[in-house]
C-alpha cells in the first residue's frame, strides 16, 4: 500500500551514514531534511516542520538525547515521532534513549524494508493521534456550548420558580443548586385563601430534557395555585400538559402537599415517589406513592385519590426523592427505608430529624460519593402567621386596575357538580392589584357563601348533622353523593365594586335555588363554641362591614370595604 | 446489558429477555427488539430474570412499547423481576398499567 509523501528529518554526524540514509529515504518516496547534529536538527525542526524524525544518538554540539527532549517540547501537543538511530544494544542505554522521548529505535545498518515498516506504522500512530486530538476539540467545543445552554435553561427556571414561597419558615429542604439538571424540582407557593401548596418532583432523565419539563410544569404549579386552584386541579392540569406535550415515556415522579393553617388539615397527593414520612406527637405515619407518575396516564384515567390528615402545631411530613432511599455504602448496600424508620425511632425530637436523616445518609455514603444529588424536603404545621412571608407577593403590578364594575355570574344543573366558580370569581376581583392583599379574606366570603348557598340551598343538607365527629364524615359523604346526582338547581353571583375614600367597596351577593332558611331566627341564637358548624356566618361577620339576608333566606349580600395599603 | 428476543410457535407473542443493567444505553437496542419484529405479535414477554436494575430511562422505554403495542389495548408482561427491580415498579405503581409477575 502507497502512502503519502512525508518530509523526514535526520539527524546524523557521519557523513557517509547520513548520505545512506538520505537516499533510501528518498527511493521510499518520501522528501528529506538533513542536520549533522543536534542543534541544526531543532533549527531545522522549527523551520520546515517534519512529519517524522530520525536522530543519531552520538552528535557534537548537542547529542540525541538533549535533542530529543527539544524537539518534544517543540512539538506540543502533537505527534512527531522520533525514531533513534543507535548500534547501541545495552539495555540501559536504550533505556535512556526511550526516556528522553524516543518512540523506536532503528540500528546500522539500515535495512531499508524495516526503515519502511517504521514509517508506516509511526505514520499511522500519527494520523490516529491527529485525529484524536481533532475530535476532542469538537467535543470541547460542543460541551462549552452545552453548558451555556444550560446556563440559560436554569435562569429562566430560577426566575420562574422565585415566584414560590420556600423561604417559609415552615419548609426547610436541601437541593443541590443543579438538580434543575438532575431532573429534581421543589416548589412552594401560597394560595389566596392563605394555605400554601408544595411540591417535589423527579423528572426522568438527565440535563436539558428535564430542565424542559419542569418549566411548565412550575408555570402550571405557580399560575394555578395563585389563582386559588385545589391542588388536585393543578395536578390534572400538570399531568395532561406533561402527557400532551412531552414525548412518550417521559414523565415526572411527584409528591405534593395542600397545607391548610387555619384549619390545620394536610392533604398528600404521591405518585412514582418513595414513600414520604409523616411525623404527628411522636407518631410515624408511612405514606407509600398509590399513583403512576405525572404526564403517563390520559386525563380521564388520571386518579386524585389522596391522604387527609388533620396535624397539630408542630407536625412534620418528609418528603424526598429516590437519592436517599437509594443512597449507596462503599460496599454497594442500599440506605432503604429500613434506616430511615431506625433515625426516626431514634431521634428525641422532631426539630433534629431533618439534620439527623442528612447525616446519616451523607455518612453511610462515605467519602466518595457525590452527596449532591440528594433531595430532601421537610415541611411542619404551624400558625399562619409564623411562617414569616408577606402574603401580597403575586402582584407587583403598576395599573389601578378597573374601579367601577360590576358582573353577574350564574351556574346551575351538573355544572353544580363538576366546576367550582370560586376561583373565576376571585381572579376577576384581584384584577384590581391593590386589592390583593385581601385575597385571603375576599376568598373565604365567596368560599363560605357559596358553600352554604350549595350545601344548604341546594342540596338540602343540614348543618345539624356536623354537630358530631361521626356525623362530620357523614356530612361529607352525602354532600359528595348528592352532588354527584345533582340535576336541577342553580346559584348565582352578583359582584358589584365602587371605589371609596382610600380604597373601595366590594358587594358580593350570592344567591340560590333553595328554600331558605329563617335568618331571624339565627340571629337570635346565641353562636355555640363548641360545635363543628356554625362557624361560617360569625367569621364572615368579621370579615365583613355588614352582612344581609333577604327574601326567604336564600338571598345573602355581604358588604367587604377595603383600603389601599 | 444484552437483550435477546424469542417468538413463540405461533407466532403470536414476543419474549424480551434483557440481561444485566436496563438503563438508557439499552434505548437504541430495546426499541429496535420490539420495532422490527413483524406485526403479528399479539402479546410481550419481559423476561426479567437476568436483569440486575432498572432505572428511569427504563421505566420511560416500558412505556414506548406499551404505546407501541396498543396503549391501553397492550398485553404486555413483566416477570421474574429481582426485588431492586420490583421495588421500583412498585414505588411508580407501573402494576396500574403492566401485568407484574
Avoid at chain 2, 413483524?38 to 412499547?65: F, V
Amino acid at each position: 500500500m502507497e502512502q503519502e509523501p512525508l518530509k523526514i528529518l535526520i539527524a546524523e554526524d557521519n557523513d557517509t551514514d547520513r548520505m545512506i540514509l538520505q537516499r533510501i529515504i528518498f527511493r521510499l518516496g518520501h522528501t528529506v531534511v538533513s542536520a549533522r547534529d543536534g542543534l541544526e536538527a531543532t533549527e531545522l525542526y522549527e523551520r520546515e516542520k517534519p512529519q517524522i524524525v530520525l536522530l543519531d544518538v552520538l552528535m557534537p554540539r548537542m547529542d540525541g538525547l538533549v535533542a530529543a527532549r527539544r524537539l518534544k517540547e517543540m512539538a506540543g501537543e502533537d505527534l512527531v515521532p522520533i525514531i533513534f538511530l543507535t548500534s547501541l544494544s545495552d539495555a540501559e542505554s536504550l533505556a535512556k534513549c526511550l526516556d528522553a522521548g524516543g518512540d523506536d529505535f532503528l540500528s546500522k545498518p539500515y535495512n531499508p524494508v524495516v526503515l519502511k515498516a517504521k514509517i508506516q506504522a509511526f505514520n499511522r500512530m500519527r494520523l490516529m493521534h491527529r485525529t484524536l486530538l481533532h475530535q476532542r476539540d469538537q467535543i470541547s467545543l460542543h460541551h462549552e456550548h452545552m453548558l451555556r445552554e444550560q446556563q440559560v435553561a436554569k435562569t429562566v427556571f430560577d426566575n420562574i420558580a422565585h415566584l414560590g414561597c420556600l423561604q417559609a419558615r415552615n419548609i426547610r429542604y436541601f437541593l443541590s443548586p443543579m438538580a434543575v439538571f438532575n431532573g429534581d424540582v421543589l416548589l412552594a407557593a401560597l394560595k389566596p385563601s392563605g394555605g400554601m401548596h408544595v411540591l417535589l418532583g423527579d423528572f426522568t432523565g438527565h440535563g436539558l430534557p428535564a430542565a424542559i419539563g419542569a418549566m411548565p410544569l412550575a408555570e402550571i404549579f405557580y399560575g394555578m395555585t395563585g389563582k386559588g386552584f385545589s391542588m388536585t386541579d393543578v395536578l390534572r392540569e400538570i399531568n395532561q400538559k406533561l402527557k400532551k406535550n412531552l414525548p412518550p415515556g417521559f414523565f415526572c415522579c411527584a409528591a405534593m402537599l395542600d397545607l391548610n393553617f387555619s384549619r390545620r388539615e394536610l392533604e398528600v397527593w404521591m405518585g412514582g415517589m418513595p414513600a414520604s414520612f409523616l411525623w404527628r406527637g411522636g407518631e410515624l405515619s408511612v405514606l407509600p406513592s398509590n399513583h403512576l407518575p405525572l404526564g403517563v396516564l390520559e386525563a380521564k384515567a388520571f386518579k386524585t385519590n389522596t391522604y387527609k390528615f388533620e396535624l397539630s402545631e408542630g407536625d412534620r411530613i418528609f418528603l424526598w426523592s429516590d437519592g436517599i432511599v437509594e443512597a449507596r455504602s462503599p460496599d454497594g448496600e442500599l440506605f432503604g427505608e429500613e434506616r430511615l424508620r431506625q433515625v426516626f425511632e431514634e431521634t428525641n425530637h422532631p426539630s433534629l430529624l431533618f439534620d439527623e436523616v442528612h447525616q446519616r445518609v451523607i455518612r453511610f455514603m462515605g467519602e466518595s460519593e457525590r452527596s449532591d444529588d440528594l433531595s430532601m424536603v421537610e415541611v411542619t404545621m404551624m400558625p399562619e402567621d409564623a411562617l414569616g412571608i408577606e402574603a401580597d407577593q403575586i402582584s407587583g403590578s403598576a395599573i389601578k386596575g378597573p374601579e367601577s364594575w360590576e358582573f353577574t355570574y350564574k351556574i346551575e344543573g351538573k355544572t353544580l357538580g363538576e366546576f367550582n366558580p370560586v376561583p373565576l370569581i376571585l381572579h376577576n376581583i384581584l384584577e384590581m392589584p391593590p386589592v390583593r392583599a385581601y385575597s385571603g379574606q375576599i376568598y373565604t366570603v365567596l368560599t363560605e357563601l357559596y358553600s352554604n348557598a350549595l350545601e344548604h340551598g341546594v342540596l338540602g343538607l343540614s348543618s345539624a348533622q356536623k354537630q358530631t365527629p361521626g356525623g362530620f364524615l357523614e356530612y361529607y359523604q352525602e354532600r359528595e353523593r348528592r352532588l354527584k346526582e345533582i340535576t336541577c338547581g342553580w346559584i348565582q353571583f352578583r359582584i358589584r365594586h365602587r371605589p371609596e375614600a382610600g380604597g373601595g367597596v366590594l358587594l358580593i351577593r350570592v344567591e340560590d335555588s333553595g328554600p331558605g332558611f329563617d335568618y331571624h331566627a339565627f340571629a337570635r341564637s346565641a353562636p355555640v363554641e363548641d360545635s363543628y358548624s356554625g362557624r361560617g356566618i360569625p367569621l364572615l361577620c368579621g370579615i365583613c362591614r355588614r352582612l344581609e339576608y333577604f327574601g326567604c333566606g336564600n338571598m345573602v349580600e355581604a358588604e367587604f370595604a377595603w383600603i389601599k395599603a | 446489558m444484552s437483550i435477546s428476543t424469542q417468538k413463540s410457535s405461533d407466532g403470536s407473542v414476543l419474549t424480551i429477555k434483557i440481561q444485566g443493567r436496563f438503563d438508557f444505553s439499552s434505548h437504541q437496542e430495546f426499541r429496535d427488539a420490539y420495532e422490527s419484529a413483524d406485526s403479528s405479535i399479539m402479546e410481550y414477554q419481559i423476561d426479567m430474570s437476568e436483569t440486575t436494575y432498572l432505572d428511569s430511562s427504563a421505566l420511560g422505554m416500558l412505556l414506548l412499547l406499551r404505546d407501541f403495542a396498543g396503549g391501553d389495548n397492550a398485553q404486555i408482561t413483566i416477570s421474574n423481576c429481582n426485588s431492586d427491580v420490583r421495588r421500583i415498579l412498585t414505588i411508580s405503581n407501573f402494576e396500574q398499567l403492566f401485568r407484574i409477575q
